[in-house]
Each structure stands twice: as structure tokens, then as C-alpha cells.
């Protein structure tokens, strides 16, 4: 598709968009030379620094090389912003996977063997996680949403799982505040994490694990939705 000017707001976003679409349309071949500063410049309507900053977001991404004295070069076809976005979606689907199963697990253990204490530091640790309301302090609210999870995980008294639960520590933060912080993704609410309580102190393993188990589903469903659409697995039906 050819080259058309580029409207004055978002000079720079405009012009990147529009050579990216020329690599990842195939106008540009990998390894191809791309047209010189003055003649995208000329094309696209835009001043010479404008393209110049365009090809340089693209060099740092991984789609253009700029070689000195040569030119710029399409240095790949694939858009690795793309790419990483996807990568990003497949590690926190595996981090959500392994949570749920440790969480599972932690909430059916607890119900069957927590105490009196246990039930009142459960309790006290839903009522200090609240729900994320000051959007500053997401920090200290993933703060507050591990140490309750953390509480039912001690509640089962198995040592190895409670080991295992503070190894992964970081991922398990790691889910809350990606949950919490993407409007795509349907973070767990306060409910659905009184709902494991109530099952725990009615000392109900089944239902406890179940609101432990729907607890993290949505948002993983949502993830696996997402790299399915990015990936489609080909039907074995479809003609070649």
C-alpha cells in the first residue's frame, strides 16, 4: 500500500505506525533497504527528525537496522513488541495456573485442619486487604492481598506447601497486581475472596476449594482466550 501524509497530531506514533505496516505487510521484504530520511520524509509529509525518530523506535523494537554509512535495513518481519506481549500473556497464564493449583490445595487443607486461631488471622487479613480503592498504593495492597492468601496457605499446616507458596512469592505478586492494574483482566473481589473464608470456617474442603478454584478462573480464562486468539491452532479439517 503506498505512503500517505501523515496528520499533524501524533507525528511520530503516525509515521511509526505507518512503516511498520509497510514490514509486517510484506512491502518491505526482510533484508530490503528501506527509501532514504528525504524521500519518506517527502511521502509521508513530515519533517526529516520526525522520520528519524520513527526508524529509531523501530531499530530499538527489532524491525529496522540502521547501518551507518548503508542505510535502513528491515531486520525482521515479525513484530517483536508483539511477541513479547504475547510472551508476557503466555508466563502470567502459567504463574495463575500454578497459583490456582497452590491455592486450591491451601484452601481445602485449611478447611479440614485450621484452627480457632487460624480463622481469626484469616479474618483479620480479609478485613486489612479491603479492596483496591487508591489507585497509588497498588503496592501496598498486593502487600495485603498476599499476606491473606499467605494466611490461608499456614492455616493448612503442611509445611512443604507452605514452602512452596513463599518460593513463588514473587509471581504470586506478580498475578495480583498484573490482575489488578489490567482492565482486561476480571481481578478477584473482595467477595469472591470472603467466599473462600466462609467455606474455610465452616470447615467445608469441597466448597472451599471451589471458591479458591473460581476465584482465579476468570482472569486465566480470559489470558488463555487471548493467546488462542493471537494463536489459533489450525483445525485438522481445514483444506491447505
Known amino acids: 500500500m503506498p505512503l500517505e501524509p501523515t496528520p499533524r497530531s501524533s507525528l511520530v506514533e503516525g509515521v511509526i505506525k505507518q512503516l511498520r505496516a509497510q514490514v509486517l505487510g510484506g512491502q518491505w521484504l526482510c533484508g530490503e533497504r528501506i527509501p532514504t530520511e528525504d524521500k519518506l520524509s517527502k511521502a509521508l509529509g513530515v519533517g526529516r527528525n520526525t522520520v528519524r525518530e520513527a526508524v529509531r523506535v523501530l531499530a530499538h523494537i527489532g524491525l529496522l537496522e540502521v547501518r551507518q554509512g548503508a542505510g535502513t535495513f528491515v531486520r525482521s518481519s515479525r513484530d517483536p513488541s508483539a511477541m513479547l506481549q504475547h510472551l ?3 508466563a502470567l497464564r502459567d504463574q495463575l495456573e500454578v497459583r490456582r493449583a497452590l491455592e486450591v490445595e491451601a484452601a481445602r487443607l485449611a478447611a479440614l ?21 487508591d489507585k497509588a498504593s497498588l503496592e501496598a495492597f498486593v502487600n495485603r492481598d498476599t499476606h491473606f492468601h499467605l494466611s490461608i496457605v499456614r492455616a493448612s499446616h503442611n509445611s512443604t506447601l507452605l514452602e512452596l507458596y513463599q518460593f513463588f512469592w514473587t509471581s504470586l505478586q506478580n498475578t495480583i497486581a498484573r490482575t489488578e492494574n489490567d482492565q482486561q483482566l476480571p481481578g478477584p473481589t473482595f467477595t469472591d475472596h470472603k467466599a473462600v473464608y466462609l467455606a474455610i470456617e465452616s470447615g467445608d474442603p469441597g466448597a472451599a476449594a471451589a471458591a479458591a478454584h473460581d476465584m482465579l478462573t476468570p482472569a486465566l480464562d480470559t489470558i488463555c482466550s487471548a493467546i488462542r486468539y493471537a494463536h489459533p491452532v489450525p483445525d485438522d479439517n481445514d483444506p491447505e
Open 88 to 90: 508476557a500473556q503466555a
Open 113 to 133: 485442619r485450621r484452627t480457632e486461631k487460624d480463622l481469626e488471622i484469616i479474618y483479620y487479613s480479609l478485613g486489612a486487604r479491603g479492596d483496591w480503592m
